[in-house]
């Protein structure tokens, strides 16, 4: 796949968005705001692929508050599964028209797998937890029409900005850097790589990870937090990230 070409990138508002903008990461990215383009309104989606020639997209736009998917699973749908599904039907016209196979990268969860024992591979079974999650399989579903994507489980943080004071000692992930995310959907917009494929780091304690970067933190346990929260969370929502290590010459 050529070096330069035109990228769309949804969701450029949103924390992973801005950190692949801010990092400069193409030579040639689109990241029109919502009004312009909205993926939950197909005529709009439709007029910006007419409007610009797309060789690929990085697909990060999505409601992913789980609080606020709990509150309003009717929204969650529509920007999350259909409005996925919106861009995916643009993208298949829009390959027939050019006779030629758009590269999506697509941004999906650790939390499609069930979140309880961990170290969960590719081919593990996937039952999410709670809508935020559902509702992100279910985007997973309409990315596998094309021949050409490449689907991202995952999990971030961003270092620099560690809202909260305690963390638990029981509650585990794979959980990446953000910026370290940013790198790895660079490597898949253009590898060959056709697939679903777990990104994402060491298996660690919440606790373990984020004390690093932020030294005052104190522990906590996984029933102190669910305690205060209206949904579900994962105790071990750990990823087997051996195929991204291979990939990634780890």
């Known amino acids: 796949m050529p070096e330069l070409m035109n990228i769309l990138l949804t969701g450029g508002s949103g924390q992973l968005g801005k950190t692949i903008i801010q990092?400069?990461?193409?030579?040639?990215?689109?990241?029109?705001?919502?009004?312009?383009?909205?993926?939950?309104?197909?005529?709009?989606?439709?007029?910006?692929?007419?409007?610009?020639?797309?060789?690929?997209?990085?697909?990060?736009?999505?409601?992913?508050?789980?609080?606020?998917?709990?509150?309003?699973?009717?929204?969650?749908?529509?920007?999350?599964?259909?409005?996925?599904?919106?861009?995916?039907?643009?993208?298949?016209?829009?390959?027939?028209?050019?006779?030629?196979?758009?590269?999506?990268?697509?941004?999906?969860?650790?939390?499609?797998?069930?979140?309880?024992?961990?170290?969960y591979s590719e081919s593990d079974e996937t039952l999410p937890y709670n809508i935020y999650g559902w509702t992100k399989l279910g985007a997973e579903c309409s990315v596998r029409l094309l021949s050409n994507y490449c689907i991202i489980r995952t999990g971030f943080f961003d270092p620099q900005h560690i809202r909260f004071d305690t963390s638990a000692i029981d509650m585990f992930s794979s959980r990446m850097p953000i910026q370290k995310l940013a790198k790895a959907v660079a490597k898949l917009l253009y590898h060959p790589f056709i697939g679903t494929i777990n990104v994402g780091e060491d298996r660690k304690s919440d606790y373990e990870r984020y004390k690093v970067f932020k030294s005052n933190l104190k522990p906590s346990c996984f029933e102190d937090i669910v305690k205060s929260l209206s949904f579900k969370i994962a105790k071990d929502a750990s990823m087997n990230c051996e195929m991204w290590e291979q990939l990634n010459g780890v």
Do not use: W
């Open 23 to 119: 990092m400069n990461l193409f030579p040639s990215l689109f990241s029109p705001p919502k009004q312009e383009l909205d993926i939950t309104d197909p005529l709009k989606i439709e007029a910006f692929f007419n409007s610009f020639p797309i060789d690929a997209v990085i697909h990060c736009a999505a409601l992913a508050r789980m609080s606020e998917c709990e509150k309003d699973p009717l929204k969650a749908l529509q920007v999350n599964t259909v409005g996925t599904s919106n861009l995916i039907s643009v993208i298949l016209k829009k390959e027939k028209e050019i006779n030629r196979k758009i590269r999506m990268i697509y941004l999906s969860t650790e939390g499609v797998y069930a979140g309880t024992k961990g170290n």
